[in-house]
């Protein structure tokens, strides 16, 4: 309890500290929404890859229907949003800031290799920077692995770009359906999947023992339900949820100042996503969301006695490093991850979210298969 005190005294010193620098407000709001998602994250225990592993390996479905049901509560919650942004969704135009990517096999490629490094690693990005604040100390290398992702995906960009996604279209579900057919699709689509988890679903043995209200994790749904109504908050206040921008623009930084990018990125920077820039400042709305997001986990371990940090073995810093790569250069060509691309992009009725979801997934079944074979050399608990 004193360590999670400590955390969130820090939090608020530093929103002070904010408060001086341009941008101030959303900077602020930023962090505040950092702390309550990573708070969420993981006292629900929000990972895309733990959640389907429990489906995989057990037919417990419960996380995954904590997943649809996040995405049920955007969907209602975005497409109220944009009959205020946009009143007719008919036109050419698409929802400001919103993420609705293009759609290509660049898309289907970025989202396997997200779902194949998820696997490998154990975690998809978003549970990476939670698990930092739980004491993870393979978190490290899989998010090096990450940037060095996104620097390989820098220097494919423009090939890609060219053969596939200058062409590509950017499919919005309302412009050709309207709100109301694009929420009744969504809707429908999303009660089949969760009719469909629930017959396969098989209940798990009661846990053995009491635990203190406050060490209890959530139901996976009720934290679903939660960051539908937060990602909503964020997209209304600040921008779409997102946990790559920052850490993507680190890695362009850096890779513009060693001299290995080109001298233009074609495109790149007028897509929609998890948008990279070369910094120019230290603070950015992202980055501020993300040392949140650590910061809100790491205060919820302390207080519920789960942080627990144990050296990682050297098999396991391979993995992360290997999976990492894999998830950095999936999340920089498809513009996103299972956050950014996933969640907000569904959630924004955008079909480059639904691809990635589906690639994605299939990338992660390769991925989980692959461990089970391979056994105790890639193989290791994932919490």
């Not at 995989?56 to 479905?61: G, S």
């Not at 960009?157 to 309207?178: C, D, I, K, M, V």
């Not at 990682?312 to 290997?322: D, F, M, N, Q, V």
């Not at 480059?352 to 589906?358: K, Y």
């Amino acid at each position: 309890m004193p360590g999670a005190a400590v955390l969130l005294a820090v939090a608020a010193l530093w929103q002070g500290q904010l408060q001086t620098l341009p941008d101030a407000r959303a900077l602020g709001l930023s962090l505040l929404l950092g702390l309550l998602f990573g708070a969420l994250l993981q006292r629900s225990r929000f990972c895309f890859y733990c959640v389907s592993r429990d489906f995989l390996e057990q037919r417990d479905a419960r996380g995954l229907l904590g997943v649809l049901a996040a995405l049920a509560v955007g969907t209602l919650g975005y497409h109220a949003v944009f009959g205020a942004f946009l009143p007719d969704p008919q036109g050419t135009r698409l929802p400001p800031g919103a993420h609705i990517g293009p759609v290509s096999w660049v898309l289907v490629a970025g989202g396997a290799s997200f779902g194949l490094g998820m696997a490998l690693a154990g975690s998809c990005i978003s549970a990476l920077w939670y698990r930092l604040g739980e004491g993870a100390l393979a978190a490290p290398f899989a998010l090096g692995g990450a940037l060095l992702g996104f620097g390989l995906g820098f220097l494919s960009w423009n090939t890609l770009y060219l053969h596939a996604l200058q062409e590509a279209p950017t499919p919005w579900l309302p412009q050709q359906l309207g709100y109301a057919g694009s929420l009744a699709l969504q809707l429908g689509v999303l009660a089949v999947l969760a009719l469909a988890l629930a017959r396969w679903h098989r209940p798990p043995a009661p846990a053995a023992g009491e635990q203190a209200w406050w060490q209890r994790r959530w139901p996976t749904h009720v934290g679903g339900v939660l960051i539908g109504a937060l990602a909503t908050a964020a997209y209304l206040r600040v921008a779409p949820l997102g946990v790559t921008a920052d850490l993507g623009s680190w890695a362009r930084t850096g890779a513009d100042a060693a001299g290995l990018l080109p001298a233009r990125l074609e495109g790149l920077d007028v897509l929609r996503g998890c948008a990279t820039v070369v910094k120019a400042s230290l603070w950015s709305n992202n980055g501020v969301f993300v040392l949140g997001l650590v910061a809100g986990a790491g205060a919820c371990a302390l207080l519920a006695g789960d942080f627990r940090p144990r050296r990682p073995t050297a098999a396991e810093i391979g993995r992360h490093l290997l999976g990492g790569v894999l998830m950095g250069w999936g999340a920089m060509v498809a513009l996103g991850c299972t956050v950014g691309t996933l969640l907000s992009g569904i959630m924004a009725a955008a079909v480059s979210g639904w691809l990635f979801a589906a690639s994605c997934g299939a990338g992660l079944v390769l991925g989980w298969w692959l461990r089970r074979r391979l056994g105790g050399k890639l193989h290791a608990v994932s919490a």
